[in-house]
């Protein structure tokens, strides 16, 4: 059925389109695909380097400091001193190497 619906397009089959449809998924894959299955594997490897002690920001936007650190979850002190429970993958990658980083001097 499928060749007979392209057997009946103007003009046949042309070569051409299959190069231009690879070249799309081609330009999908690096500019799509790609940029976001290293940002994954950054905040995987991100995650697992917190230890005991390191200031974090969740993806809600809890501030907190890492007390406990187990096998999927940390517990996080807040400022009241309070002790919260949070999944790791709850931990926002970009704001916390932010809040971490050294200030710049000027």
């Known amino acids: ?6 057997l009946q397009a103007a003009g046949g089959f042309d070569p051409k389109q299959l190069i231009v449809f690879g070249l799309i998924i081609v330009v999908f894959y690096f500019f799509m695909i790609r940029p976001q299955i290293k940002k994954q594997k950054d905040q995987k490897n991100f995650v697992n ?5 390191d200031k974090i920001i969740t993806t809600a936007g809890m501030h907190g400091k890492i007390v406990e650190v187990a096998d ?19 931990i926002s990658l970009d704001d916390s190497k932010a ?8």
Do not use: C, Q, Y
């Open 99 to 106: 809040l971490n980083a050294p200030a710049s001097t000027k």
């Open 1 to 6: 059925m499928i060749a007979t619906i392209l």
């Open 72 to 90: 999927t979850t940390f517990l996080i002190e807040t400022e009241g001193g309070h002790k919260v429970r949070f999944n790791k993958s709850a």
């Open 49 to 53: 380097d917190l230890k005991k002690g």
